[in-house]
């Protein structure tokens, strides 16, 4: 009987291990992104810090300078799941990578799919407001 009760609860474990597992991608960078403005030309800093603001503010998203052309963006959602980016800035580029998060599964290599989510809406709402007259 024990044994049966050992086996139940190693099968249980795996279970729970593999949904667990499940429940991360690797994590996704969005290194050397285009940044064009609404005439095509390329988008200056100034502008391209703008874009992200605009773009990722009203998704909760918060930023602060820390360097010429460098950016830590901060998403806190539902006060749960935190995130922190290193965002470079350069005439018509820009590049988001991980810095650090709470609650994502983080693991070194693999994180909860949401984060890489969150990062391309946060780079497609950017490129959306650069093309904005």
Same mark, same amino acid.
């Given at each position: ?13 795996l279970?729970a291990?593999?949904?667990?597992? @499940?429940?991360v991608?690797?994590?996704g960078n ?19 810090k703008?874009?992200?603001s605009? %773009?990722? %503010?009203?998704r %909760?998203?918060?930023?602060?300078e ?7 963006g901060?998403l806190n959602?539902?006060? @749960?799941h ?8 350069t ?7 991980? @810095? ?7 693991? %070194? ?8 989510k969150?990062l ?12 904005k007259?």
């Open positions: 009987m024990i044994r049966i009760l050992r086996l139940f609860a190693l099968a249980a474990a279970i291990l593999n949904a667990q597992a @499940k429940n991608d690797p994590i969005f290194e050397n992104q285009s940044a064009t403005n609404a005439s095509g030309q390329p988008a200056t800093v100034q502008q391209i703008a874009a992200l605009n %773009g990722g %503010g009203p %909760g998203w918060t930023f602060k820390v360097g010429p052309g460098q950016l830590v901060s959602v539902r006060n @749960k935190q995130v922190m980016v290193d965002i470079a800035v005439p018509g580029m820009f590049s988001i990578k991980y @810095k650090d998060s709470a609650n994502m599964n983080y693991d %070194g290599a693999m994180i909860n799919p949401h984060y890489n969150w391309k809406i946060l780079a497609d709402d950017a490129r959306k407001e650069l093309a007259p």
